[in-house]
């Protein structure tokens, strides 16, 4: 009898898989390079629809010249745009960027608040890279992250039916203490890099296989289940 019939909850799969990742990946930092807190919500703004790997090649030019908040909120846009084109969507990035940072100068003293009430009043800040900062920044844990890898494998692993990140969020806080929210999401984001791809998963060789049900499917319906997820939209 398979693990997956044996623990019969959620939330019995859901902590197996957790300490299972957590061996698997005993060092699991943030991917994204950065120095302080408004660096990490710059960076994070820039990941959407884009991958980390990228973003780590165009922060070093920007924060060379725009350190902070301050000297982002007085930079001229057209630079901005020039730094962080290669991340895609970046006219739009450019200016939630220096709205943000001239919100911080103007109301925060220039450093990133740590209330996510606060955070999601930033232009091109949702509750992604709102988790992100608070988990990464001040070790504040009042959500769950859900990205691209989380929401796919997540639903591949049953342990949530729904497609929307909200959603998906509200399923695995209910399933996970609240301490290891971010624990969860930053290793089944390494997971879902190395072994559970969205095209081609590597079931054979994935530690989790006896406690997904999707894991024994053939490929087309395993390829069927990645479609029916909505592709990452640019604010996180």
Same mark, same amino acid.
Request: hydrophobic share 40%; charged share 20%.
């Given at each position: 009898?398979?693990?997956?019939?044996?623990?019969?909850?959620?939330?019995?799969?859901?902590?197996?898989?957790?300490?299972?990742?957590?061996?698997?990946?005993?060092?699991?930092?943030? %991917?994204?390079?950065?120095? %302080?807190?408004?660096?990490?919500?710059?960076? %994070?703004?820039?990941?959407?629809?884009?991958? &980390?790997?990228?973003?780590?090649?165009?922060?070093?030019?920007?924060?060379?010249?725009?350190? &902070?908040?301050?000297?982002?909120?007085?930079?001229?846009?057209?630079?901005?745009?020039?730094?962080?084109?290669?991340?895609?969507?970046?006219?739009?990035?450019?200016? !939630?960027?220096?709205?943000?940072?001239?919100?911080?100068?103007?109301?925060?003293?220039? !450093?990133?608040?740590?209330?996510?009430?606060?955070?999601?009043?930033?232009? =091109?800040?949702?509750?992604?890279?709102?988790?992100?900062?608070?988990?990464?920044?001040? $070790?504040?844990?009042? =959500?769950?992250?859900? &990205?691209?890898?989380?929401?796919? +494998?997540?639903?591949? +692993?049953?342990?949530?039916?729904?497609? $929307?990140? +909200?959603?998906?969020?509200? &399923?695995?806080?209910?399933?996970?203490?609240?301490?290891?929210?971010?624990?969860?999401?930053?290793?089944?984001?390494?997971?879902?890099?190395?072994?559970?791809?969205?095209?081609?998963?590597?079931?054979?060789?994935?530690?989790?296989?006896?406690?997904?049900?999707?894991?024994?499917?053939?490929?087309?319906?395993?390829?069927?289940?990645?479609?029916?997820?909505?592709?990452?939209?640019?604010?996180?």
């Amino acid at each position: 009898m398979s693990i997956v019939r044996k623990l019969a909850s959620k939330k019995q799969r859901a902590l197996e898989i957790l300490n299972r990742l957590q061996r698997l990946y005993p060092e699991a930092p943030c %991917t994204l390079n950065y120095a %302080t807190p408004v660096q990490l919500l710059v960076a %994070t703004i820039l990941s959407a629809q884009c991958t &980390d790997e990228r973003v780590n090649q165009v922060t070093p030019e920007l924060f060379r010249r725009f350190p &902070d908040a301050v000297a982002i909120a007085n930079a001229d846009l057209a630079e901005l745009e020039a730094i962080i084109r290669p991340t895609g969507f970046y006219r739009n990035k450019a200016k !939630n960027i220096q709205a943000a940072c001239r919100i911080l100068v103007q109301e925060y003293g220039g !450093n990133v608040p740590a209330r996510m009430e606060k955070l999601l009043t930033l232009p =091109g800040v949702a509750r992604k890279t709102a988790n992100v900062v608070l988990a990464h920044a001040y $070790d504040i844990h009042v =959500g769950v992250t859900v &990205d691209t890898h989380v929401k796919r +494998l997540s639903y591949r +692993l049953g342990l949530t039916k729904h497609t $929307d990140p +909200l959603h998906i969020e509200r &399923d695995l806080m209910r399933l996970l203490p609240q301490e290891d929210w971010e624990n969860w999401s930053i290793r089944l984001i390494y997971h879902g890099r190395a072994i559970c791809k969205a095209r081609n998963p590597l079931c054979d060789a994935c530690v989790l296989a006896d406690l997904c049900p999707s894991a024994n499917l053939m490929n087309p319906p395993q390829q069927e289940l990645s479609s029916v997820l909505p592709a990452q939209t640019p604010a996180t």
